[in-house]
C-alpha cells in the first residue's frame, strides 16, 4: 500500500514536470546538436552529389572518346594515303587522300562550348575537301569536344597511331589507338 | 531525487541507437553508391583503353603481316607491359625529338612522363596468341590483363587474317588445241604433214619411243610458242619503247617525276608479266624435259640421238628461256630500284615507295637464289643485300615493320632451309631455281650434252 502511495506520487511529479517550458541552455544546445548534423547530412549530400556529378563527367569524356575513336577510324578506313603527317613524323594535324582523291584534314579548334576564362579546350574537326567548292559548310565536321593534346603518328604507310588527351574539370583521359587505312591492293 | 528526473528527459539510449543506425544506413546507401559509380566509371575508362589498345595491336598485326607473310609466326608473347618500350606495339610510338621524321631507337615509348596514360595502364599485360593450324585463315587471340581494384581485368580480342605463304600451284599460260602438238612434232621435228606420230616412229631409219619424242615435242612446242606468242613480241617491242622513253626522261635536268612513275610503271608491269609467263613455261616443260633427260638414248630419241641438229635447236630454245627469265626478272629489279634514286623518290607517294619497295624485295628474293643468274657472272645474294639495304636506308626510323622485314630476310639470306619452311609458296619456287635446282640440272644437261 506504502508502495502504491509512492507511485502515484511519482505520476504526480512527472504531470507537474511536462507543464514545465524548455530552458534557453537546452533550446541552444538542440539547435546546436541539429545544427552540427544537419551541416553534416548537407555536406555529406553535397559532396556525393558533386562526385555523382564529376563520375557522370568522367563517363560522358570516356563516352565521347569512344565514339569520337570509331568516327575517326571509319573516316581514315576511306583513305588510300596518309598526306601528313609523312612517315616517321608527329604532328597535330593530319591530311589524308581518300580513294576518289577527296583531301581529308583533321584539325583542332578551340572548344568554345566547354571553355572558359580559366579552362580552355579545343575540338578535334575534319573538313572534307573535293576539290569542287572551296568551303562547304555540310564537309565540316566536328568530331570530339574536350581536347587537350591530340597527335598523329605516321608509322606505317597504312596506318596512323591517334595520341588524344581529353580534359575536363574533374581531370584528364589519355587514349593511344592506330587507324588503318583500306587495303586496296594495286588500286590507286 | 529531482535532478535525476530532469536527467531523464533526454534522448533514451534506444532512440539514440536507432538515430545513429538511421543516419548510418543513409550514410552508408550514399558510400555504396558513390563506390559503385567510381568502379563503374574505373571499369569503363580500363576496358575503354584495353579495347583502343586492342584495336592498336590489331592495326598493327594487319600492317605488318600485309608486308610480311611470316610475321604472324613469331609475334606471340605473352604478358608484356606495354609502357616503357617492352612490347614494339608500344614502342616508337611518337617522334618527338630532333632530328625530325625519324624515331629514334627508344623515341616515343609511354614512359612516366606521359600522363595520365602511364599511370592507367601500368599495370596492364598484353599476350597475343596466333593459332596457325588452318591453312588458310589465321586466327589471332589478344588478351589485356590488369589489376583491377576489386578484382582482375580483362579484355579480349580475336581477328583473322588470310595466309598468304600457302603453298599454290604454278599456273600454266597458254591452252593447247587439240591437235596442235602432233602437228608440230610431225612438222617441226620431221619434216612432214599430218603423219601419225606412230607410223613416223615405226620407220626404222627414224626410230624413237613415242614417249620421249612427245615429251621433245611438248618442250619445244610451248617454247617456241612462247617466243612467236603475240604476247612476247608485242610486249618486247613495247618494252623497248619504253626503254627509250626512260632513258629520255632519266636525261632531263630535273626529273619529272609524274611521266617518270607512269613510264616506270608500265615498264615494270611488261618486264614482270614477261618474267612470269616465261617461268611458267619452263615450269611447265620441266616434267617433260626430265623425260627427255632420263631416256638420253638412240631407242628413245631415235634419229635425233644420231643427228641431233633440231633436237639442239629445240633444247636451245629452253637455255634461251631460262636466260630471258632471269633477265627479265633482274630488268625488273633495275627498274623498281629507279625509284630510290635521289630527287624522285622524294616525288613519290611513300605508299608507292613501300609497295615498290616490297616488289623489289619479293623479285631479289628469287634473284638471290637463281642458279641462272649465277651463271651470268653475277652474285644474287650480294646483289640482294644491296636491296636489302637500300630499302633499309630508306625507311630507317621511319617504318618499323619494314625494318623488321629486312632484318628477317638477311636472316633468311643466312638460312634458307629455315625460310623456306616457313613458306611452302615460296618453297615451291625454289625447287626449281636453286643452285642443284630443277632449272639447273636441266640446263647442265642441255650444255654438257647438247651444246650448240
Redesign the interface.
Given at each position: 500500500m506504502q508502495k502504491n502511495q509512492r507511485q502515484i506520487e511519482i505520476v504526480d511529479y512527472k504531470i507537474t514536470n511536462t507543464k514545465k517550458a524548455f530552458s534557453l541552455v537546452e533550446m541552444l544546445a538542440v539547435f546546436g546538436i541539429m545544427s552540427l548534423i544537419g551541416v553534416s547530412v548537407f555536406m555529406v549530400l553535397s559532396q556525393s552529389g558533386s562526385t555523382q556529378s564529376s563520375l557522370t563527367d568522367k563517363l560522358a569524356l570516356q563516352m565521347e572518346a569512344r565514339r569520337a575513336a570509331d568516327v575517326f577510324t571509319t573516316y581514315v578506313s576511306q583513305c588510300s594515303e596518309i598526306v601528313r603527317p609523312s612517315l616517321g613524323e608527329t604532328t597535330d594535324y593530319l591530311v589524308a587522300r581518300t580513294f576518289t582523291n577527296q583531301i581529308l584534314l583533321f584539325r583542332t579548334d578551340e572548344d568554345k562550348k566547354h571553355s572558359t576564362d580559366k579552362f580552355k579546350v579545343k575540338k578535334l574537326i575534319m573538313y572534307k575537301h573535293d576539290h569542287a567548292d572551296p568551303w562547304a559548310a555540310k564537309n565540316h565536321h566536328e568530331i570530339m569536344g574536350w581536347v587537350d593534346e591530340i597527335k598523329f603518328t605516321s608509322v606505317s604507310p597504312s596506318s596512323v597511331i591517334l595520341n588524344i588527351t581529353q580534359k575536363n574539370q574533374d581531370g584528364k583521359f589519355q587514349f593511344v589507338t592506330s587507324a588503318g587505312l583500306l587495303n586496296a591492293g594495286e588500286l590507286e | 531525487m529531482s535532478k535525476s528526473?530532469?536527467g531523464g528527459k533526454g534522448f533514451t539510449l534506444v532512440e539514440l541507437v536507432i538515430a545513429f543506425f538511421i543516419?548510418m544506413s543513409?550514410?552508408a546507401a550514399?558510400l555504396i553508391?558513390?563506390r559503385a559509380?567510381?568502379q563503374?566509371?574505373t571499369f569503363?575508362?580500363e576496358q575503354?583503353?584495353a579495347?583502343?589498345?586492342s584495336?592498336?595491336v590489331?592495326?598493327?598485326v594487319?600492317?605488318e603481316v600485309?608486308i610480311n607473310p611470316w610475321a604472324a609466326d613469331g609475334i606471340d608473347f605473352s604478358k608484356a607491359r606495354m609502357v616503357d618500350g617492352e612490347s614494339h606495339f608500344?614502342s616508337?610510338?611518337?617522334?618527338?625529338k630532333p632530328p625530325?621524321?625519324?624515331?629514334d631507337t627508344g623515341e616515343?615509348n609511354?614512359t612516366s612522363d606521359?600522363?595520365?596514360?602511364y599511370s592507367?595502364i601500368e599495370d596492364f599485360q598484353i599476350s597475343l596468341k596466333t593459332d596457325l593450324s588452318d591453312p588458310q585463315i589465321r586466327t589471332a587471340k589478344i588478351a589485356l590483363d590488369w589489376k583491377s581494384k576489386n578484382s582482375k581485368g580483362r579484355h579480349e580480342t580475336e581477328f583473322h587474317y588470310h595466309n598468304t605463304t600457302q603453298q599454290k600451284e604454278i599456273d600454266f599460260p597458254f591452252t593447247i588445241e587439240a591437235g596442235d602438238l602432233e602437228k608440230y612434232i610431225c612438222g617441226f621435228l620431221y619434216a612432214t604433214q599430218s603423219q601419225p606420230i606412230e607410223n613416223i616412229l615405226n620407220n626404222p631409219t627414224i626410230g624413237g619411243h613415242k614417249n620421249t619424242i612427245e615429251s621433245l615435242g611438248q618442250a619445244g612446242f610451248m617454247t617456241s610458242r612462247f617466243f612467236s606468242s603475240d604476247i612476247y613480241t608485242d610486249t618486247v617491242q613495247e618494252i623497248e619503247l619504253l626503254e627509250q622513253e626512260k632513258q629520255g626522261l632519266m636525261s632531263a635536268v630535273s626529273l619529272p617525276g609524274k611521266e617518270l612513275d607512269a613510264c616506270l610503271k608500265k615498264l615494270v608491269e611488261k618486264r614482270y608479266n614477261l618474267a612470269k609467263i616465261s617461268f611458267q613455261v619452263f615450269v611447265f616443260i620441266t616434267p617433260y624435259l626430265e623425260t627427255i633427260m632420263q631416256n638420253n638414248n638412240q631407242a628413245s630419241l631415235g634419229i635425233h640421238f644420231t643427228n641431233p641438229v633440231l633436237l639442239k635447236v629445240l633444247l636451245q630454245n629452253v637455255t634461251r628461256l631460262g636466260d630471258f627469265f632471269t633477265l627479265a626478272l633482274w630488268q625488273t629489279i633495275v627498274d623498281l630500284q629507279t625509284y630510290f634514286t635521289p630527287g624522285f623518290s622524294k616525288q613519290i607517294?611513300?605508299?608507292?615507295l613501300?609497295?615498290n619497295s616490297l616488289r623489289i624485295i619479293s623479285l631479289g628474293r628469287l634473284l638471290s637464289f637463281n642458279s641462272i643468274y649465277s651463271k651470268m657472272g653475277k652474285d644474287g645474294k650480294a646483289d640482294y643485300l644491296k636491296i636489302l639495304n637500300q630499302v633499309e636506308t630508306s625507311?630507317k626510323?621511319?617504318?618499323?615493320?619494314m625494318e623488321r622485314l629486312v632484318a628477317q630476310e638477311k636472316d633468311f639470306q643466312q638460312n634458307v632451309s629455315a625460310a623456306m619452311a616457313k613458306n611452302p609458296s615460296l618453297a615451291n619456287v625454289y625447287e626449281y631455281l636453286k643452285p642443284g635446282g630443277k632449272f639447273s640440272v636441266i640446263l647442265k644437261f642441255i650444255k654438257d650434252n647438247y651444246p650448240l
Open positions: - | 528526473i530532469i543516419l543513409i550514410g550514399f553508391a558513390l559509380g567510381t563503374e566509371s569503363l575508362k575503354f583503353s579495347a583502343l589498345l584495336r592498336k590489331v592495326e598493327d594487319f600492317a600485309e608500344f616508337n610510338l611518337e617522334d618527338t625530325f621524321f625519324t624515331i616515343g609511354i606521359c600522363q595520365p596514360i592507367l607517294s611513300i605508299k608507292k613501300a609497295d625507311f626510323g621511319r617504318f618499323a615493320a
